[in-house]
């Protein structure tokens, strides 16, 4: 049999710390789960579900040992989204087209493993990324303050109109609930930080503070569940409570296929995928590197596409690596995917057995589990950096930031894609390009504004920092024509090709053009330090005949000493 | 009075040259102009109306002495696509949807002038070009097949489906029709080439065979008129002619500024804005290259600008400059501009007392005028030349020609853009890198699959062909990490920094995470040969004060020599 790589050197001091961390794991998520299901606008038990067949396969196709899979807060508000854009009412039709969405997101998954596209990811550069999850987690936090206000406010609205909404509608708040919501806020933030200060002092060991710090979402369910249920605060003061979840083992579901559903599903689906993919392969890498294991990308895309397909025909939503519990199972101690198999069997068991104890679980309590869970995702930090060295892409992340904040998630992604490519085509567009001279007595040539260096006035040697292809090649052939038409002492030109990897066709014609243009002035065109894939696809060209080769020289220095003293 | 820059130093000799270029340019303009008109569904005197006040504009304002304005065929193939895409039926609105159209075009040019937007045409390849004007030279041809065998099809289908039309509908052929327009073919034919060697063997001199040769279109204008007008062949045998032109100057017209029309109109003006400006300055760059003139492209911005304002306000409609009727202007000796200014008089006398004899021009003949002055355009010499250098231009060359020719203009360059930067990106997110050694005693480095160079066990010496910006990062890293992984006895790693122009904030918590990566692998990181201006926004970083000064420096050489022999 084809066992996971993990478990064919499985070693037995290896399984307390994957029992302690599914233990731990498994009493974070089930909370949250439910809580992601309310964002996404989805029953508590589709969550559930997602929670549990998904898991199992991640442990079998993944490639992480510790990436915690299952419902998450991007993808909920992604699928969240989804549903209110096709405008659906009914519960039953909001499930089925989640399970439809979860599938193919699954497909897609594994389709860019297949065609090799698990590189597109490469393309959200970091500050966009960074813009992209502080403002998804702003939208977030924004769209739990109904639950823990007790407010009743459209879904999906951009974020300025749910602030206006909340602001001008506070005054309706349901008092009851939003003291269940503002206590468990607080209770949670105190589970997070004093609590471990306090266990600390009193030399508790490290597993059961961990156990402690995690099982506030627990508590905070359990208080706010009894509080409701003995005071009936859902009947005499309308505090929103989950209700029924029907008991059992998610069962098979076939998704509908509807070829008009898919269609208008794809583009969002697309998204879905990159994005939970990213997610999931930037935790797990910076998990990995800490442990000095790897992560292979493409196994990445194999485990997440047949977690979604899961997902989909056993009743769930479309499912992630999410950044808080993978952490949470990390520093737990989780050795291997074993962890997560035991997570998935305490989450069975709380479907098969526990549901009925979720009857009276207040909303607001789920939105404050929420909010604890986004607030660290917003990403001040970044910011400051991108502001500090480098302008453009603090623009980026300013521009992703705020089109997700005032448009909507998608429209956010893109703009920040296509802002981030654009500025990096219009940097290359225009080119650092240096007149550079001779340090000293060395081989080696600087830039003459930066360095002193000696230079020949009848030779001058420039050197353009960057690859000549169709963006940039106008304004390389602009420079050297004003630069020699500025200097009429010139008599040769070198063009240092130690920056240049890639001259493409449009570069071609412009070499051609700057060639016949110096020869027409009376100057002569050399060029020196030409790599070797470069020189490769020149040397059939006409044009490298033109130059002719004693015009071609290995090294700067080389073409310096030739053509010293030389006057065409 | 602010006089042109050319009319400052205007001397007499000059006169003759413009005087006899603009004399040809009218005699060709004249039946081409009302041939383009037809291309674009416009009645004969809208084009007419387009080459006099457009051309005193450009005069007045353009920076290129020889560019000749007017009618041109892409963007009268792209004028007629938008009201075809607009489904206008009255003539009368198509007319006035010109004009916005043409204002629209006008203001934009300009406002790319003020915003220095001129730059984005160094985002359009060479081969992308190509492939798009290679592709809309078919689509005309195949629009005027209809006119020259006097079918009756539909306008603004996809090319396929034209030719498929046009196949099937053969036999339904007008008989008269096609003689003339075959024949019309033939006559042009003839007057482009062969006439030109018989002249030339009988000595004539070579202004007066220019004259002769660029008359083809006007004598095969006179020869059809004359033919429908004695054998009444529009009533007797239903050939199609041109009718009534309404005589006298254009008047001044204030153009329709309905917002809803605007917002319609916006993003076709844009796209023909565009590829007007690319087509005026390609050509008129080559032009003054072989003068040694400069062409200024802000100046044409601002002569295309109002050129097409002045066309929306006279009655005209989108107007660029032609490359047939500039070359045949700047080889029949224009010097400056006021060969185009005579040109505008001319068609402004041809308009107040010569259009009575064109109501019985068939249509046949301008449909053979355009076919003929289209066909030259077909570039198949680029695609050999792309496929031979460089196969991804090949590829963008291939896609954007079938996009212009299965679904239309706007889509094929749209596709060719996103094609050629998405192909660019991808081959620099998977830069070249050189593990490199040194080279006989000299301090010259490099790679050590091409080159006999000395390597020390202990370093690794690797250079990055490639800017490290967010679309490389994963994979530079990838590759360190592998490289180290494979090899035990690496104690340094240098990385030489020639080819890096650009570091963004990706790439700086990338190059952090590979000094951690290394470090904890016993590995030390330096850089050598970092450029002054990426140095200069590195220096303040935590990676550079983690790296420490010491492993920073300026030759690969230095770095050689300083590490050999140290083992940490």
């Known amino acids: 049999m084809l066992l996971p790589y993990w478990l064919k050197n499985y070693k037995k001091s290896q399984f307390n710390g994957d029992l302690v961390a599914g233990i731990i794991v498994a009493v974070v998520l089930v909370p949250q789960s439910m809580a992601y299901g309310l964002l996404a606008g989805l029953p508590p038990e589709v969550a559930l579900y997602s929670s549990v067949l998904p898991l199992l396969l991640y442990a079998a196709f993944g490639s992480s040992r510790t990436l915690a899979v299952g419902p998450v807060g991007l993808m909920s508000l992604m699928t ?27 497909v897609i998954l594994l389709m860019m ?3 090799r596209l698990g590189a597109v990811i490469n393309f959200l550069s970091h500050p966009v990324i960074s813009g992209f999850i502080s403002a998804s987690a702003i939208i977030i936090a ?3 303050i109904k639950h823990i206000l007790g407010l009743s406010l459209p879904r999906g609205t951009p974020a300025y109109e749910t602030t206006y909404n909340i602001l001008t509608q506070i005054p309706q708040s349901n008092i009851s609930t939003s003291l269940i919501g503002v206590s468990s806020l607080f209770l949670l933030w105190w589970f997070k930080s004093p609590l471990v200060s306090v266990l600390k002092k009193c030399k508790i060991t490290d597993s059961v503070i961990q156990l402690a710090s995690k099982s506030g979402p627990l508590v905070a369910v359990a208080i706010g569940t009894y509080l409701v249920y003995t005071l009936s605060l859902n009947t005499q003061y309308q505090v929103s409570i989950i209700g029924h979840i029907p008991a059992g083992l998610p069962e098979f579901i076939l998704p509908n296929l509807d070829p008009n559903l898919i269609k208008l599903l794809l583009p969002n689906a697309l998204l879905i995928a990159i994005i939970g993919y990213l997610e999931s392969v930037s935790i797990a890498k910076s998990m ?4 000095r294991q790897k992560i292979d990308s493409n196994k990445e895309l194999i485990g997440l596409g047949t977690a979604n397909i899961a997902s989909a025909i056993s009743g769930g939503y479309p499912v992630a690596g999410g950044f808080g519990r993978s952490m ?9 995917p074993l962890a997560s198999i035991i997570t998935a069997c305490l989450v069975g068991i709380t479907l098969v057995a526990l549901t009925p104890l979720f009857f009276y679980l207040p909303k607001a309590t789920l939105g404050a589990i929420i909010v604890l869970a986004v607030l660290p995702l917003i990403d001040i930090h970044s910011f400051k950096h991108a502001l500090s060295y480098d302008k453009t892409d603090a623009f980026s992340l300013l521009i992703t930031f705020f089109t997700v904040l005032i448009i909507d998630v998608e429209t956010g992604i893109i703009a920040g894609v296509v802002i981030s490519i654009g500025l990096y085509l219009h940097r290359s567009s225009q080119p650092h390009i240096a007149i550079v001279g001779q340090v ?11 360095h002193q260096v000696k230079t020949d006035k009848h030779i001058l040697a420039i050197r353009v920092d960057e690859n000549l292809y169709f963006a940039n090649t106008n304004y390389l052939e602009d420079t050297i024509m004003r630069l020699v038409a500025d200097d009429k002492e010139i008599n040769h030109v070198v063009l240092i090709c130690s920056s240049i990897s890639v001259v493409d066709t449009s570069a071609l014609e412009s070499l051609g053009d700057i060639l016949y243009g110096l ?10 330090e030409i790599k070797g894939p470069v020189m490769d696809k020149l040397k059939e060209t006409d044009f490298i005949k033109r ?19 030389r006057t065409n």
């Open 80 to 106: 969240g989204a989804t549903l209110i854009e096709l405008d659906i009412s009914s519960v039953n039709e909001m499930v089925s087209t989640a399970h439809t969405l979860a599938l193919l997101v699954g």
């Open 113 to 115: 493993r297949a065609a």
């Open 142 to 144: 924004l769209s739990q």
């Open 288 to 291: 990995a590197s800490q442990k």
């Open 328 to 336: 949470v199972n990390f520093s737990a101690g989780a050795n291997s």
């Open 440 to 450: 000293g007595d060395t081989e080696h040539y600087r830039n003459i504004d930066r």
């Open 519 to 528: 020869e027409t002035a009376g100057v002569k065109l050399h060029l020196a």
């Open 547 to 565: 130059i002719g080769e004693e015009s071609i020289f290995l090294s700067t220095h080389h073409a310096m000493c030739s053509l010293k003293g």
